[in-house]
């Protein structure tokens, strides 16, 4: 079992950068494929970007990407979303979520695929 916690989400203004981290605990993070997902109020959670066990796939939404990048820190059992360019429409609580991974190259993009949530961090973009 994993737990996670986010952090790094606060108040920028638009063309402005954040990084957030998602922090895992316990000795098998290194076996966990990882994503990240976000929830905009009144609107469904979303897929945006993902990293494979071994951190060489990753996968992006068509909204994010060129603009966010996923990372992971095996060392540090923590992954990464750095986020650059942002809008007012990527407004959202975003969540890191990890799944027991056997396959090393395999990104999971559905939030039915994870087992393991954190508690959010939200992220505000004003224009």
């Known amino acids: 079992q994993v737990q996670l916690v986010e952090s790094g989400g606060g108040l920028v203004q638009a063309g402005g950068s954040l990084r957030l981290s998602c922090a895992a605990s316990?000795?098998?993070?290194?076996?966990?494929?990882m994503g990240w997902f976000r929830q905009a109020p009144g609107k469904e959670r979303e897929f945006v970007a993902a990293?494979?066990?071994?951190?060489?796939?990753?996968y992006y939404s068509d909204s994010v990407k060129g603009r966010f990048t996923i990372s992971r820190d095996i060392a540090k059992n923590t992954v990464y979303l750095q986020m650059n360019s942002l809008k007012p429409e990527d407004t959202a609580v975003y969540y890191c979520?990890?799944?027991?991974?056997?396959?090393?190259?395999?990104?999971?993009?559905?939030?039915?695929?994870?087992?393991?949530w954190g508690q959010g961090t939200q992220v505000a973009v004003s224009s």
């Open positions: 979520a990890a799944e027991p991974a056997r396959d090393s190259f395999y990104v999971a993009t559905t939030f039915r695929e994870y087992d393991y």
């Open positions: 316990g000795r098998t993070f290194s076996t966990y494929r």
């Open positions: 990293i494979s066990k071994s951190g060489g796939s990753t």
